[in-house]
């Protein structure tokens, strides 16, 4: 395992340990949360761009085609 040193200003480290604290959790554990959650937001973007450059518009159409022209279920409806 690795470790690296980051400089953060005063109030955003008094931030970080109230936080920390309220959560009763640590610091470090806090971090490395925050950075996986961070790296895998960004890979699902990269991810989803990847995916929507091989759509086509024809494709979607022609499956769009298939569906029934009928009135969507109660629970389904936008209010």
């Known amino acids: 395992m690795n470790s690296i040193s980051v400089h953060l ?3 955003l ?9 309220r959560e ?4 470090n554990q806090f971090i490395l949360v925050a950075i996986t959650e961070k ?6 973007a990269e991810y989803l761009l990847t995916r929507a ?4 518009a024809e494709k979607f159409n022609i499956v769009m085609q298939k569906v029934s ?11």
């Open 24 to 27: 009763g959790t640590s610091v």
């Open 9 to 11: 200003p005063d109030d």
């Open 69 to 79: 022209n009928s009135e969507p279920e109660p629970h389904d409806r936008l209010e």
């Open 53 to 56: 450059e091989r759509g086509s």
């Open 39 to 44: 790296i895998s937001a960004l890979l699902d």
């Open 13 to 21: 480290h008094e931030q970080l340990r109230d936080v920390t604290d």
